[in-house]
């Protein structure tokens, strides 16, 4: 799941300004920036984009995963032949 929201810092801790679909205690990862800061039109672009797109289907994700570790510069496994 791809979500863009804002938060704030209160205490050295990111408050969410709006609610999130996450159970207590699930991980995630984290990607900060500043508004205030000036920020390239294409990574604006890409924030415009993930905030817009579907979380992709179990099959979705594992069709992907399929094509990518048929792609010899993104493969994590060995091929086996």
């Known amino acids: 799941m791809i979500t863009l ?22 991980e995630v ?3 900060l920036y500043s508004p205030a800061e000036q920020m390239s039109s294409r990574l604006q672009a890409w ?11 179990e099959e979705q994700l594992l069709l992907l995963e399929q094509a990518a570790q048929r792609r010899p510069l993104l493969r994590t496994e060995k091929p086996t032949s």
């Open 5 to 26: 929201l804002k938060a704030k810092v209160e205490g050295g801790v990111l408050r969410p300004l709006e609610d999130i679909p996450l159970a207590d205690g699930q």
């Open 29 to 31: 990862q984290v990607l």
């Open 47 to 57: 924030l415009d984009f993930l905030r817009d797109t579907e979380p992709l289907s």
